[in-house]
């Protein structure tokens, strides 16, 4: 049976894990880190970079460098690099494609299946961009989860019976959950959040700080230049960081930006007071949430055992101030793993695979569905939180006399219009009898998988005649067009391969000279008063002086050649 793993795909950083001896283990990537950023970037030569290589040229390459695409997914949202559109799905799955060979050569055999985690607020839209972004890079996504739900599942298999709260602050969203545990299952009570408030959010009130502090004492606009911004942007994320354990940083960038006087230089002293306050609205947002669950629950806080706080947004004292305020100082604990969610995941995958028994994960849907009728009205057939995988059916009738087609047209939210909701389907049944308003009846399902991912029945009880259709959001991807990202994703994986292959080749070579140098230094004595080895040391030099060649002016496979060549030579040096 092939080996499952667990991926946090985060907005600013996405880690992968697998089962060991029935334990959850997260990988150490290529670079020696736990974590992976959430970093994609194009070079002018064509190679495609991702983690911490793109990250680290992230200020001279700006225009060509994505990061935090995960705030994009399920939009119609892409990125132009050299005439071609890639869409945040595409972005993603090169995210996955590096985490899923980090995997592979830790494992050392192949990896298809997979576990994804997607904040708990996800709609129908972006788990199927997140689904769509694994099949691209290759992977059989086993199930999508709720990062709480996964955090909770890491923290609660050997739990009793406890109800706790899971606040998940990440770089690009934040979620917060109550969730029920007992004796290894672990079910979503309720849920809540915001897809468009993360620690990415933080960051930017300290570069429009910053921005406009320059633009008062120089008179020169920063985020006009993409270099300098995307330097503003670094800068800023230490400053947040740094405010959490020490009440002010200065901030300092040198030559941020050029002046007929000379080059322009940024010094800016930042307290955490001062922070708190240009930021002060966004925490504000972070409590609607946190009342919507205690609502949609029923609970009352002292019902509530455990505060569990995962994300690095989190460890904000003001973030940490205001979930003591909100829970009247309800003890709070981080999961003991440094990486819950991923843990989570591949725990969840164990599930899938029968690896990890006596263990349950039920979710929930954030939101609710249903359909237009008359006037615009919201009838709705599945309530948010309700518990997933989950179908439920409702009878609709004919408005009009010898109506004979109906349009079903499907909905996500919370608002009792329609209009104030977010339209993700919409069925057409056609071929209805004539007969007076109200005479054809129609049987409409919504049937929703454990990904969260529905279908919809729309059924003529007359006739029986059926139609079904899975839900695919504006911003899905056709299947051929899916097809045709699954082919250039499996191109771009074997550039990447041969650029490896390339560069372990380069390495073995330049080793090889430089001990074979050594070799010939360290002996140089014995080899002259020796004819034979004269001969190997004339034969070694010659292998060198090629090598060196090839290594300057040679192509991949010129250089395998001049290796070999080398190491038969090496070899004999040695004896």
Same mark, same amino acid.
């Given at each position: ?21 029935g ?25 495609? +970079? ?11 390459n ?22 071609t *559109? ?12 590096? +985490?899923?060979? *980090? ?22 839209a ?27 599942l ?10 706790v ?30 897809n468009?408030l993360?620690? *990415? ?27 300098? $911004? ?6 800023a994320?230490?400053?947040k960081?740094? +405010?959490s ?39 504000e ?45 309800k ?31 039920v ?17 709705? +057939? ?31 939210g919370?608002?009792?219009l ?29 049937d ?71 070799? $010939? ?18 034969e ?36």
């Amino acid at each position: 049976m092939t080996r499952a793993v667990g991926i946090d795909l985060g907005t600013a950083h996405s880690l992968v894990s697998v089962l060991e001896g029935g334990q959850p283990t997260v990988i150490t990537n290529a670079e020696g880190g736990r974590s992976t950023p959430s970093v994609v970037a194009f070079t002018h030569d064509g190679e495609v +970079l991702v983690g911490e290589p793109a990250r680290r040229q992230a200020v001279a390459n700006a225009d060509r460098t994505i990061c935090s695409v995960k705030r994009h997914m399920g939009t119609s949202w892409k990125v132009r690099i050299d005439g071609t *559109d890639f869409t945040s799905q595409q972005i993603s799955a090169f995210i996955l494609q590096k +985490l899923k060979r *980090d995997a592979e050569s830790y494992l050392g055999e192949q990896v298809t299946d997979a576990v994804i985690t997607v904040p708990a607020y996800f709609g129908q839209a972006e788990r199927q961009a997140t689904e769509e972004a694994g099949q691209i890079a290759g992977l059989n996504v086993l199930r999508i989860i709720s990062e709480p739900t996964s955090a909770a599942l890491a923290y609660g298999l050997d739990k009793g019976e406890e109800t706790v709260m899971v606040i998940h602050f990440g770089g690009g969203t934040f979620d917060v959950s109550l969730l029920g545990i007992d004796d290894g299952v672990v079910a979503v009570l309720a849920v809540s959040g915001d897809n468009e408030l993360g620690g *990415d959010d933080w960051d930017q009130r300290i570069v429009d700080h910053l921005v406009k502090r320059f633009a008062d004492d120089h008179g020169v606009d920063l985020a006009a230049d993409g270099t300098a $911004l995307r330097r503003l942007c670094e800068a800023a994320q230490r400053a947040k960081i740094e +405010l959490s354990s020490t009440t002010e940083t200065t901030i300092d960038l040198p030559y941020a930006a050029a002046a007929a006087e000379g080059p322009l230089h940024l010094n800016e002293r930042l307290t955490r007071d001062r922070f708190q306050q240009l930021t002060a609205d966004l925490l504000e947002r972070c409590k609607a949430p946190f009342h919507d669950v205690i609502k949609d629950a029923g609970m009352g806080l002292d019902e509530i055992d455990y505060v569990i706080l995962v994300g690095g947004s989190t460890r904000m004292p003001a973030v940490i101030d205001m979930v003591d305020e909100l829970t009247g100082g309800k003890e709070r604990q981080r999961v003991r793993s440094d990486d819950p969610v991923a843990v989570g995941a591949v725990l969840q995958a164990g599930i899938i695979k029968g690896e990890v028994r006596d263990a349950l994960l039920v979710d929930a849907c954030p939101f609710s569905l249903g359909i237009e009728t008359k006037g615009g009205i919201m009838n709705v +057939l599945i309530q948010r939180n309700t518990t997933i995988p989950t179908k439920r059916s409702e009878i609709f009738t004919t408005t009009r006399d010898n109506q004979t087609e109906l349009e079903i047209k499907v909905y996500e939210g919370e608002h009792e219009l329609t209009a104030r909701n977010k339209k993700i389907a919409c069925v057409q049944l056609t071929g209805l009898p004539a007969a007076k308003a109200g005479r054809s009846q129609i049987e409409v399902t919504f049937d929703i998988d454990a990904n969260g991912l529905m279908h919809v029945f729309a059924k003529d009880l007359c006739t029986a005649k059926e139609q079904r259709v899975a839900v695919t959001v504006g911003s899905a991807v056709p299947k051929a067009d899916l097809e045709r990202m699954v082919r250039e994703a499996e191109r771009y994986e074997e550039q990447e391969r041969r650029r490896r292959k390339a560069a372990e080749t380069r390495d073995r070579a330049n080793q090889l000279v430089h001990s074979m140098k050594k070799s $010939l230094q360290d002996h140089a004595d014995t080899m002259a008063d020796d004819i034979k080895t004269d001969d190997i040391k004339t034969e070694a030099e010659a292998a060198v002086g090629e090598l060196e060649e090839v290594l300057r002016n040679g192509d991949d496979a010129a250089l395998r050649e001049a290796t070999e060549r080398a190491s038969i030579t090496a070899e004999k040096l040695h004896r």
